[in-house]
């Protein structure tokens, strides 16, 4: 199983910005693809997930109004919609999948991720 994380860049307080991962691999049965991030110097931590066939949402209060997550089955691509960034949002962004199911209430702890991308660097700066 891999994914591919993408789409990062620098872009200007207030803008908007799509990232972009792609789960290949064995993709018959994943269950949940989630994003987290980890800004300079702090702990990596769960802003979004979706599970894949019942499409259940999930928001940190940071990010809840202005993210959004979306999947695309057909491509086993998950989506993360950025708008009205912040210069706190600045971090690297990693996607992960699970295939043992989720626990909704702990969607945010990474041990319930079983695969993990690489990250892509998200810069909000003026």
């Known amino acids: 199983v891999q994914l591919q994380a993408s789409g990062g860049g620098l872009v200007q307080p207030g803008g908007s910005l799509r990232i972009s991962c792609a789960v290949s691999?064995?993709?018959?049965?994943?269950?949940?693809v989630g994003w987290f991030r980890q800004a300079p110097g702090k702990e990596r931590e769960g802003i979004s997930c979706i599970t894949i066939e019942s499409g259940n949402t999930y928001y940190a209060d940071s990010v809840k109004g202005r993210f959004t997550i979306s999947r695309d089955n057909a491509d086993d691509t998950v989506y993360l919609q950025m708008s009205r960034l912040k210069p706190e949002d600045t971090a690297v962004y990693y996607c992960?999948?699970?295939?043992?199911?989720?626990?909704?209430?702990?969607?945010?702890?990474?041990?319930?991720?079983?695969?993990w991308g690489q990250g892509t660097l998200v810069t909000v700066s003026s």
């Open positions: 691999g064995f993709t018959l049965s994943y269950y949940a």
């Open positions: 992960a999948t699970t295939y043992s199911g989720l626990d909704g209430a702990n969607w945010y702890h990474q041990y319930e991720y079983d695969y």
